[in-house]
């Protein structure tokens, strides 16, 4: 059986860790938390569907220890990126 995902997505995948534990930790809890309220019944299941996808995300980048958008503020030095 072949790879299943392509070699582009693997950088969405992995990376260089760039969060501390505590921060991992705050992800993790908060995307797990997240995910838990989407068993809630609600009148609208795409409010659900959409709670489970961005708690599942946010889980997992706190597994990983990456977060690309604290990379891109940051500019991967630990500062605030900016253009001057």
């Known amino acids: 059986m072949t790879n299943m995902i392509p070699a582009s997505t693997g950088s969405l995948m992995s990376g260089e860790p760039n969060l501390s534990t505590a921060e991992r930790g705050a992800y993790m809890l908060a995307g797990l938390g997240l995910a838990a309220a989407a068993a809630k019944p609600r009148p609208n299941p795409l409010l659900n569907i959409l709670a489970l996808l961005g708690g599942s995300y946010l889980a997992w980048r706190g597994y990983v220890g990456n ?8 500019g991967g030095s630990g500062r605030i990126a900016h253009d001057g």
């Open 67 to 74: 977060c690309p958008v604290k990379a891109a503020l940051t």
